[in-house]
DNA sequence: GACTCGTGGAA
DNA sequence: TTTCCAAGAGT
């Protein structure tokens, strides 16, 4: 594009968000704090779903110190259904280093954002416009759909080199005239009209400029490479009870999949299989006499790579735990606690299925 | 570079 | 019902 049709893609984008751009809770504020809050809540997560999630945390958490005293699993339990839990603790850590190293002041150059735990290449130039005016196109899956139907382009935006390409194209678009409106004028472009399988591309600021729309080829972009398909798991879950009716949970490890949340105890049913003597696995592994189990109950739960097959079985205890991750909780003492959305199900049953808890 | 990391909504 | 996929970052 030369300069005349860079300054009108800019108006006509512009000019749309000005009056038909979306009213959002984090467009309300200036406070970069609140704008950095939303910016990892909304990574991989439509905006509706964050809404909730984003006015409880800011008002549970109101300042980057707020965030940097509170216990992990109080964030933990606040992010609780929102998914992707790590972006809660590297958030948490982003602003512990903010609050010892910047004065709680979030920096303004690229350089040292990215250097944030949890602040990534979007998420610094989504901060740097939106925040602080500086004309730096923040690169999300929207952006890219919407500039490779617009300019044609059909690199792979699966690749980690494309974003770059799409980098170079946006900066050279970009002004010094309301950086943060570019992009979230294009982020609600990409989320209100140029949707991922249907265009609406008469009531599109972008059509004149629009190549893909001019061939009508605007679905056949972007190009991206598929997913591979979620793997199957299959797992017992134990469901522990003392005589006070109390339930053994346990926490999951501090790294990898739900790191830090907690869940009733969890065998793979190959390895209990291949431990043959399946009461003496079980009493080894959580130090718990177990009554014979039986099967209550099976649930399906599909994350984004795998998939959980839970089998939950009964059992019961006299004992107590014998380890710091594990813990005997009341049914009514749960809430204290952050628990994956698969085990949510399992407490629904439980308080569905338990009247006596003894 | 390729994987891992959640969940819910839409078609 | 199945499939896709959404304001990505860390390893």
Redesign the pocket.
Known sequence: MNEQQIRNFNHDLLDWFHSNG?H?P??ETDNPYYIWV???M?????????IPYYMRFIRKFPTPAALADAPEQDVLKCW????????AR?LQQ?VREVVEKYDGQLPDSKETL?S???????????LLSMAYDEPEP????????VLSRVFLIDDD?????TRRKFEDLASSLITETDPGAFN?AL??I??MIC????ADCPNCPLRRHCLASEEGVQLEYPV??????P?PLHYAVLLIRDDDGRYLIEKRPD?????G?WQFPMILLDEYEKAGQRHDYISERYGCEMAPVHTTFTYT??????IWHLTLLDGRTHQKPISEKQRLVAVADFDAYP????H?KVIEWIKNNRQNHT
């Open positions: 979306r959002l984090w467009r939303s910016e990892v909304l990574q991989q997560t439509q905006v509706n779903t964050v609780e259904g929102l998914g992707y839990y790590s972006r590297h982003g990215l944030i735990s949890g602040i990534g290449p979007y998420t610094a130039s989504a923040a690169i999300d899956g929207n952006l890219m759909r935006i699966a690749k980690q080199k979230q982020m609600d990409g989320a949707k991922p399988k249907h991206k490479s598929g997913n591979a398909k793997r790294k990898g999949l739900l790191a949340f739960h599909r994350f984004s790579h795998l628990f994956p959305v698969p949510q």
